[in-house]
């Protein structure tokens, strides 16, 4: 059984591996911003307005980022500008506006993160489905339990 110093330990170690993997994501992402003109956080908006299932609205990027709304238009005006994302109002609402990923927008971040890619299918080649099963059910578990933290409103 291990002890109490030896699991602190461990779980210092992990943390310490987290903090290392999303520096070096966070890394690439500032790369990405620097080469398309964007701030960091409008990449943020991209992958979540990219992974999103449903359609994406400005009121659920704010509440997703934990930005103002005026921070958001800022950010979705420079997406925009910048030919990243496109908004439509809603046909049943028209007051409502959706924000969807452009289309023409993709290759140049394919092109940029592809290292990304490429890094984690060969890291991905070096484990067994069961374990790549473990990870991502670790991963999912994460995200779920971060997702539900709050942070404070700018």
Known sequence: ???????????????????HLNGEINRLVHGFALAQGLHPTDVQALAVILDSEAPLTPGNLRSRLGL????????????ERAGHVRRSRASEDRRVVHVHYAASARPA???HFRPLAAAAESTR????????????????ALNEELGELRTPRR
Not at 1 to 19: I, N, V
Not at 68 to 79: E, I, P
Not at 125 to 138: H, I, K, M, P, T
């Open 1 to 19: 059984m291990a002890s109490t110093d030896d699991s602190a330990s461990d779980l210092q170690a992990f943390a310490r591996q987290l903090r």
């Open 68 to 79: 103002t709304s005026g921070a958001v238009t800022a950010c979705l005006d420079r997406l």
């Open 109 to 111: 971040a394919r092109e």
């Open 125 to 140: 080649a070096g484990f067994s489905a069961a374990e790549l099963a473990v990870v991502s059910r670790f991963l999912n």
